[in-house]
């Protein structure tokens, strides 16, 4: 084998330079909490789960199956971040729903709440289409960094420290999303 395929082939899941921060199976036990917790508070509503592409499509994939109601899903792509890991502070939409939100209950579902603006962007735009009801659902909150103190998260998966983050979703650079885990990359000049 040449030395650049086998370090293409390189294990991710035991790439030592990870710490693992919430393990598989603490992630699946508290993600059947929210949607035990999601399913009674959803029961005899018109639920649809809104995706925030690409971070969000892991916890979506999961926790849509821990939801035991009717509902539907669609996808919005918005950017935040571009390849770095400080907030630009401008938020583009990139892909808008598929379908009309009018008199149905919208749960947006979210990777991560930092700053918040792109979620604050995000609740203004679909705000103005006739939805019953708005909700926010976002696996990881980071308080620290929040710049809209008002931003209401009304379920999150975990509250974490004010650090990079990468895993189930999660990217640096593109990155690590598929990781089963959460973890934070020890040190970021190493790949
Ligand atoms: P906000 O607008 O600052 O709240 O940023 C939200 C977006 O930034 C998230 O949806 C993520 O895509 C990205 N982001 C923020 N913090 C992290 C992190 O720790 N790891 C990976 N992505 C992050
Ligand atoms: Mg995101």
């Given at each position: 084998?040449?030395?650049?395929?086998?370090?293409?082939?390189?294990?991710?899941?035991?790439?030592?330079?990870?710490?693992?921060?919430?393990?598989?199976?603490?992630?699946?036990?508290?993600?059947?909490?929210?949607?035990?917790?999601?399913?009674?508070?959803?029961?005899?509503?018109?639920?649809?789960?809104?995706?925030?592409?690409?971070?969000?499509?892991?916890?979506?994939?999961?926790l849509m199956r821990e939801?035991?109601?009717?509902?539907?899903?669609?996808?919005?792509?918005?950017?935040?971040?571009?390849?770095?890991?400080?907030?630009?502070?401008?938020?583009?939409?990139?892909?808008?729903?598929?379908?009309?939100?009018?008199?149905?209950?919208?749960?947006?579902?979210?990777?991560?709440?930092?700053?918040?603006?792109?979620?604050?962007?995000?609740?203004?735009?679909?705000?103005?289409?006739g939805a019953r009801s708005?909700?926010?659902?976002?696996?990881?909150?980071?308080?620290?960094?929040?710049?809209?103190?008002?931003?209401?998260?009304?379920?999150?998966?975990?509250?974490?420290?004010?650090?990079?983050?990468?895993?189930?979703?999660?990217?640096?650079?593109?990155?690590?999303?598929?990781?089963?885990?959460?973890?934070?990359?020890?040190?970021?000049?190493?790949?």
């Amino acid at each position: 084998m040449s030395t650049e395929s086998s370090a293409n082939s390189l294990s991710e899941f035991g790439n030592p330079n990870l710490e693992i921060f919430y393990s598989e199976d603490a992630i699946r036990e508290r993600i059947r909490e929210m949607g035990r917790q999601i399913s009674a508070d959803y029961r005899g509503m018109d639920l649809v789960l809104v995706g925030v592409l690409k971070g969000s499509c892991i916890f979506l994939a999961d926790l849509m199956r821990e939801i035991d109601l009717p509902l539907t899903i669609d996808f919005m792509s918005v950017s935040s971040y571009k390849d770095g890991t400080t907030s630009s502070g401008d938020v583009e939409i990139l892909k808008d729903l598929s379908n009309p939100i009018r008199d149905k209950d919208v749960l947006v579902v979210e990777d991560i709440v930092d700053t918040g603006l792109t979620l604050t962007r995000l609740l203004e735009l679909l705000g103005s289409r006739g939805a019953r009801s708005i909700k926010l659902a976002s696996f990881l909150d980071k308080p620290e960094p929040r710049i809209n103190k008002d931003l209401e998260i009304h379920y999150v998966g975990f509250t974490v420290p004010n650090k990079f983050v990468v895993g189930y979703g999660l990217d640096a650079a593109g990155r690590y999303r598929n990781l089963p885990f959460v973890g934070v990359v020890k040190d970021p000049s190493k790949a």
